[in-house]
Every structure is written in structure tokens, then in C-alpha cells.
């Protein structure tokens, strides 16, 4: 339902903002980057990480108008009301209380009048033990066997943030130690390909399913949590379900219809949107069984550690703050409608695929809070691939196309620092002297006078010349950790709501994703009834009827 409440591009601060846009395209980052005290002014330091953010087509006074941006969009207010439970996801009268998840035991934080800390930690012990049992071996299989394998059912929310932080908790020494003889994986398709990687190699002896819905609803995870019992029933018989099936969920009732035991259920709560919820059972529980709660724990300190930096530091030194208003800045100003997620470590590779979830089902709306059709666009395209590996892909594009602002992600120490004394640099100097010099090849780029000097021909300088002023930002981690992986997670998380306040969109609600839901159901439903009654496709349009008949056609009726 519309309201009378002003959108954001109506406002002064943004008007001025776009007068103040036409002062910064005559500028070049070649000469803003030479203003030292500007470029200092641009660095901010938390709790071991480092943002320098000089790089951004932006100037101190870019920065106040952003503040003042922030203010007319309520900004602090926004907040506030997020960290105190409200409901500000309005379309499905819920809280967003992701915070909570992760608070400390004596924190309040209250949803419909109730404190929700207690709950969250009443999981968290259930966990602890559960997983400690598991990786123990004193919970054994229903042939004896500690249960050293598991695999996560789950889609969305319910896989991609637990599959970044367990990637990047993979080579991490302390968490390695921890994770000796146990494997983790993923299954998210509902392609039976997936499945069959999934299990391949496994026993179901010694495996355990952990099926992660919020709903226990959504069908490709249904259907492969049926799959995998009826594989592990077709093993061990229909009695070793529970043994080796537990649950994350909402819905205890249907997790208990399924036939896993509602003890070894583990619950999360309305109030988590589904890729906003790594920090509960979802990511808590498989993260906990392949590394122990002590890692786990680590990691949920570091996601603390920023909610806490994000509530109460001012804006200016406010890393997702920052963040998220200069995403607005490149997106609704400088008309950048992408972003490129960089990270210089390949146990980020999953990186960029959950943050794609987090900001693009978050941000990617056309109407205001408000139901007011948006006269701008919001969200932006992400993708991402590790530093250097995209260099050797993609980057042409960023360096002489398209001009895509980039996060380059980095870190002090590597987790697996590897020497050999006959190179000059280690590898992880090898791989970081990229890092270094990425952001400064975008933002200087090279002239036809340079290229001249350096007496390249004539024909070739049109095509050796880089224009340079491609914005970017550095954040410098001081180590991939857990707690690093948290803090890195809780940035994102925030920023993307920053960016969300400050468009005056709904970033928790993600109705978009539920038209093709409803168009499959109609599709599966005519499946099976051509499949059983051998009925011609009706009800679609030619082109669908079209390659529904040739799929029919080429596709046998499968063995059940
Ligand atoms: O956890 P589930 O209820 O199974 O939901 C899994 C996913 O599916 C939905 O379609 C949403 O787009 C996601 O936000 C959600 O994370």
C-alpha cells in the first residue's frame, strides 16, 4: 500500500548529490589519488581490518553529501529500529534480527516483546553437544559406526553462506586440525547430478544428512532429502532414519512427518531471512560437526565484533556504512549498475556466490518500502571471481570496457604460506603483488603520451591506451580466520542494508523468486500427467507446449 512518505530521489540530498556529480566527472582518480591528506581521510581501521576506499570516484565533499544522503533516508533511525527488533520487513511482518544470532549470552534483543538471545543460545548448546557426540563417535550409525561423513541438504540461504565460510575454513591450520578424518559436503540441485557426486564415495554406514529448510517446504530439498533417505533405507532399513538424519528448520511438525526425530531438530526462527541465517543452526550446526563449536564460535565473535562497530560507530568511520553509501553512490549516480567482488584468496571462491544472494534477492526490488514504483533502479549485479584467476578471464572488460567498481579483498598472512627458496617471492607475495597493483591499473590507466615514450607503434596505441578513473576499494584482512570469516560476512551483510535503508526498499523480503515457483508447479503437475495418463501438454503457450512435447518425446518415462 502506497504512503505519502517521500522517496529518497526526491529529496535535497539527493538533488544535490546529482549537481554535485557533474564537479566529479571532471575529475580523474590519476589526480585525486595524488591529494595525500584526501587519500588518508579515505583509510579507516577496525578491530584489524583496513579499508581504503581512496580509490572511489569521490571526494571529502562526496563524502559529506553521502552523510547527508544518509540522513534524509533516516539512516541511524533505520538501524536503530533493525537492532531493536521492529518489524521493518513489513511485507511479511517480521523482525530482522540476524544480530541476534550471533549476540553475546547476556545481550537483549527483543522480538514481539520476547528476548530472543536466550533461545539462540539454547540452540547453540544443543548444537555443541550434538556435534561433539558426532565427531566423538559416541552417537554411532545404526550399524555401530561413528558417523565421520556428512552431507548438508539445502538451497539458497540454506547453502551458500554455509558453503563460504566452510571454503574458507578449509585450509585455515587451526580449523584443518579440527576437521582430521570428517568431510563435508553440499547438495543443493535438484539435478540428479549433484546427487550422485554427493554420494559418490560415501557409505551410509557412516554418513549423516543434515536437512537445513527454514521452511521444509521448498521442493528441490524436499525431493533430495528423500532421495537420500531412501538411500539410506535401502542400506541400513527404514529404523536407521533417525540415526542418521537430522533436521534445521521452522517447521518441527513437518521435519517430525518426514521421520526425523523432532529432538534432533534444530531450530531457527522467523525472524532470520533465509541468507541472512549462516550465523544459526543453517551454518552453525554443519560447521560445528566438521570443525567443533570452538571454531564455530570463533567465527560468530567476528560477525559480534562488526554489528557492534556498525551500531555505534559514527558514520564517517562506519565501515558498512561507508560501504553501502558508496555502492549508492556508483550505482544510482555514477550509473554503475555492477560490482565485482575480488577476493585475493582462493578459500574465498565462495565468496562472491553468497554475497550474490545477500545483496542481489535483497536489493534487487522496483518498488519502495512503501509499494511506490522506484523512478531509479536499485541493486546491483554482482559476480566475483578469487584474485588472480580472474585476471586471466574477465578483467579486460573492467580495465578497457565496461567500467565495473571492485572490491578487492585481501589478507596479511596466508593460511598455507608456501616458500621455496629458489623463488624470489612466496606465493602468497606473488599473489598479493597483484592485489597491490590491480586497484592502481584501474585507477591510473595508461596514456597515448606514456605509450609514445615507451615508442610503441602508432597502430597499436588505441588499443595498449587504458583511460584509467576505474574506481575500486581495498579491504585488507590481517588473516583468513574464523573470526576474519565473520567479520568479512557481518560487512557484507550490513552494507547491503545500508544500500537497502538508503534506497527506502524493503532488502528482507524476496517475493521475486516466486513466480517461477508457481509456473514449475504447473509444469511438474503436467509432467506427471503426461508421464501416468499419457495427455498431450495443454495450457501453455506454443513455445513451451513446443519443447515440453519434444522433451516428452525424447525423454522415456524413468524407472521408479
Ligand atoms: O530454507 P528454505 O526454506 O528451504 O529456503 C531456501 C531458499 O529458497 C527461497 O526460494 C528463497 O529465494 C531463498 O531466500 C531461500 O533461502
Same mark, same amino acid.
Request: aromatic share 8%.
Given at each position: 500500500?502506497?504512503?505519502?512518505?517521500?522517496?529518497?530521489?526526491?529529496?535535497?540530498?539527493?538533488?544535490?548529490?546529482?549537481?554535485?556529480?557533474?564537479?566529479?566527472?571532471?575529475?580523474?582518480?590519476?589526480?585525486?589519488?595524488?591529494?595525500?591528506?584526501?587519500?588518508?581521510?579515505?583509510?579507516?581501521?577496525?578491530?584489524?581490518?583496513?579499508?581504503?576506499?581512496?580509490?572511489?570516484?569521490?571526494?571529502?565533499?562526496?563524502?559529506?553529501?553521502?552523510?547527508?544522503?544518509?540522513?534524509?533516508?533516516?539512516?541511524?533511525?533505520?538501524?536503530?529500529?533493525?537492532? /531493536?527488533?521492529?518489524?521493518?520487513? &513489513?511485507?511479511?511482518?517480521?523482525?530482522?534480527?540476524?544480530?541476534?544470532?550471533?549476540?553475546?549470552?547476556?545481550?537483549?534483543?527483543?522480538?514481539?516483546?520476547?528476548?530472543?538471545?536466550?533461545?539462540?543460545?539454547?540452540?547453540?548448546?544443543?548444537?555443541?553437544?550434538?556435534?561433539?557426540?558426532?565427531?566423538?563417535?559416541?552417537?554411532?550409525?545404526?550399524?555401530?559406526?561413528?558417523?565421520?561423513?556428512?552431507?548438508?541438504?539445502?538451497? *539458497?540461504?540454506?547453502?551458500?553462506?554455509?558453503?563460504?565460510?566452510?571454503? #574458507?575454513?578449509?585450509?585455515?591450520?587451526?580449523?584443518?586440525?579440527?576437521?582430521?578424518?570428517?568431510?563435508?559436503?553440499?547438495?543443493?540441485?535438484?539435478?540428479?547430478?549433484?546427487?550422485?557426486?554427493?554420494?559418490?564415495?560415501?557409505?551410509?554406514?557412516?554418513?549423516?544428512?543434515?536437512?537445513?529448510?527454514?521452511?521444509?517446504?521448498?521442493?528441490?530439498?524436499?525431493?533430495? #532429502?528423500? &532421495?537420500?533417505?531412501?538411500?539410506?533405507?535401502?542400506?541400513?532399513?527404514?529404523?536407521?532414519?533417525? /540415526?542418521?538424519?537430522? #533436521?534445521?528448520?521452522?517447521?518441527?511438525?513437518?521435519?517430525?512427518?518426514?521421520?526425523?526425530?523432532?529432538?534432533?531438530?534444530?531450530?531457527?526462527?522467523?525472524?532470520?531471512?533465509?541468507?541472512?541465517?549462516?550465523?544459526?543452526?543453517?551454518?552453525?550446526?554443519?560447521?560445528?560437526?566438521?570443525?567443533?563449536?570452538?571454531?564455530?564460535?570463533?567465527?560468530?565473535?567476528?560477525?559480534?565484533?562488526?554489528?557492534?562497530?556498525?551500531?555505534?560507530?559514527?558514520?564517517?568511520?562506519?565501515?558498512?556504512?561507508?560501504?553501502?553509501?558508496?555502492?549508492?553512490?556508483?550505482?544510482?549516480?555514477?550509473?554503475?549498475? #555492477?560490482?565485482?567482488?575480488?577476493?585475493?584468496?582462493?578459500?574465498?571462491?565462495?565468496?562472491?556466490?553468497?554475497?550474490?544472494?545477500?545483496?542481489?534477492?535483497?536489493?534487487?526490488?522496483?518498488?519502495?518500502?512503501?509499494?511506490?514504483?522506484?523512478?531509479?533502479?536499485?541493486?546491483?549485479?554482482?559476480?566475483?571471481?578469487?584474485?588472480?584467476?580472474?585476471?586471466?578471464?574477465? +578483467?579486460?572488460?573492467?580495465?578497457?570496457?565496461?567500467?565495473?567498481?571492485?572490491?578487492?579483498?585481501?589478507?596479511?598472512?596466508?593460511?598455507?604460506?608456501?616458500?621455496?627458496?629458489?623463488?624470489?617471492?612466496?606465493?602468497?607475495?606473488?599473489?598479493?603483488?597483484?592485489?597491490?597493483?590491480?586497484?592502481?591499473?584501474?585507477? +591510473?590507466? /595508461?596514456?597515448?603520451?606514456?605509450?609514445?615514450?615507451?615508442?610503441?607503434?602508432?597502430?597499436?596505441?588505441?588499443? /595498449?591506451?587504458?583511460?584509467?578513473?576505474?574506481?575500486?576499494?581495498?579491504?585488507?584482512?590481517?588473516?583468513?580466520?574464523?573470526?576474519?570469516?565473520?567479520?568479512?560476512?557481518?560487512? +557484507?551483510?550490513?552494507?547491503?542494508?545500508?544500500?537497502?535503508?538508503?534506497? *527506502?526498499?524493503?532488502?528482507?523480503?524476496?517475493?521475486?523468486?516466486?513466480?517461477?515457483?508457481?509456473?514449475?508447479?504447473?509444469?511438474?503437475?503436467?509432467?506427471?500427467?503426461?508421464?501416468?495418463?499419457?495427455?498431450?501438454?495443454?495450457?501453455?503457450?506454443?513455445?513451451?507446449?513446443?519443447?515440453?512435447?519434444?522433451?516428452?518425446?525424447?525423454?522415456?518415462?524413468?524407472?521408479?
Amino acid at each position: 500500500m502506497a504512503s505519502s512518505t517521500a522517496l529518497i530521489c526526491e529529496t535535497e540530498a539527493w538533488k544535490d548529490l546529482k549537481g554535485h556529480l557533474e564537479e566529479i566527472k571532471k575529475t580523474h582518480l590519476r589526480d585525486l589519488l595524488s591529494d595525500a591528506n584526501r587519500c588518508q581521510q579515505m583509510m579507516v581501521e577496525f578491530d584489524g581490518l583496513m579499508l581504503d576506499y581512496s580509490r572511489q570516484r569521490a571526494t571529502v565533499e562526496t563524502m559529506d553529501k553521502l552523510l547527508s544522503l544518509a540522513k534524509a533516508a533516516q539512516l541511524t533511525e533505520k538501524i536503530r529500529r533493525m537492532f /531493536k527488533g521492529e518489524h521493518i520487513n &513489513t511485507t511479511e511482518d517480521r523482525s530482522v534480527l540476524h544480530v541476534a544470532l550471533r549476540a553475546p549470552k547476556d545481550a537483549v534483543i527483543k522480538s514481539n516483546g520476547e528476548n530472543v538471545v536466550p533461545q539462540v543460545w539454547g540452540v547453540l548448546e544443543q548444537i555443541k553437544i550434538f556435534s561433539e557426540r558426532i565427531r566423538s563417535g559416541s552417537w554411532v550409525g545404526a550399524t555401530g559406526k561413528p558417523l565421520k561423513d556428512v552431507i548438508v541438504v539445502g538451497i *539458497g540461504g540454506s547453502f551458500l553462506g554455509p558453503l563460504f565460510v566452510h571454503t #574458507a575454513l578449509q585450509t585455515d591450520p587451526e580449523a584443518v586440525d579440527c576437521a582430521k578424518g570428517r568431510q563435508l559436503r553440499f547438495l543443493a540441485n535438484v539435478d540428479p547430478v549433484d546427487v550422485a557426486r554427493n554420494i559418490n564415495g560415501l557409505n551410509p554406514e557412516t554418513t549423516l544428512v543434515v536437512v537445513v529448510s527454514k521452511t521444509f517446504t521448498t521442493a528441490e530439498t524436499m525431493l533430495n #532429502a528423500r &532421495t537420500l533417505r531412501d538411500w539410506i533405507i535401502k542400506a541400513l532399513g527404514g529404523s536407521a532414519v533417525p /540415526k542418521h538424519m537430522v #533436521a534445521v528448520s521452522t517447521n518441527h511438525v513437518k521435519v517430525e512427518m518426514f521421520g526425523i526425530d523432532p529432538r534432533n531438530a534444530f531450530s531457527i526462527w522467523s525472524w532470520v531471512g533465509g541468507r541472512y541465517s549462516v550465523c544459526s543452526a543453517v551454518g552453525v550446526l554443519p560447521l560445528s560437526l566438521q570443525y567443533g563449536f570452538s571454531v564455530v564460535e570463533k567465527f560468530l565473535k567476528g560477525a559480534s565484533s562488526i554489528d557492534q562497530h556498525f551500531r555505534s560507530t559514527p558514520f564517517e568511520k562506519n565501515i558498512p556504512v561507508l560501504l553501502g553509501l558508496l555502492s549508492v553512490w556508483n550505482v544510482s549516480f555514477l550509473g554503475h549498475p #555492477a560490482r565485482a567482488i575480488l577476493p585475493y584468496s582462493q578459500a574465498l571462491e565462495k565468496f562472491a556466490p553468497h554475497i550474490q544472494q545477500v545483496s542481489m534477492e535483497s536489493n534487487g526490488k522496483g518498488v519502495s518500502i512503501d509499494g511506490l514504483p522506484l523512478p531509479f533502479e536499485t541493486g546491483e549485479i554482482d559476480f566475483g571471481e578469487p584474485g588472480t584467476n580472474g585476471q586471466h578471464s574477465f +578483467y579486460q572488460l573492467i580495465h578497457q570496457g565496461r567500467v565495473i567498481p571492485c572490491d578487492f579483498i585481501g589478507t596479511v598472512k596466508s593460511q598455507q604460506p608456501v616458500h621455496l627458496k629458489r623463488e624470489e617471492v612466496s606465493n602468497h607475495d606473488e599473489l598479493m603483488s597483484n592485489f597491490f597493483a590491480q586497484p592502481d591499473a584501474l585507477a +591510473y590507466g /595508461k596514456t597515448p603520451e606514456e605509450l609514445q615514450k615507451e615508442n610503441v607503434s602508432e597502430n597499436l596505441i588505441p588499443h /595498449k591506451t587504458f583511460s584509467g578513473n576505474r574506481p575500486s576499494l581495498s579491504l585488507l584482512l590481517p588473516e583468513l580466520s574464523a573470526y576474519t570469516v565473520g567479520q568479512l560476512l557481518a560487512i +557484507y551483510e550490513h552494507r547491503v542494508a545500508v544500500q537497502g535503508f538508503v534506497w *527506502g526498499i524493503n532488502s528482507f523480503d524476496q517475493w521475486g523468486v516466486e513466480l517461477g515457483k508457481v509456473l514449475a508447479t504447473q509444469v511438474r503437475k503436467q509432467l506427471h500427467s503426461s508421464r501416468t495418463q499419457g495427455t498431450a501438454p495443454e495450457g501453455f503457450n506454443f513455445s513451451t507446449t513446443t519443447l515440453l512435447k519434444r522433451y516428452l518425446e525424447t525423454n522415456p518415462k524413468p524407472e521408479i
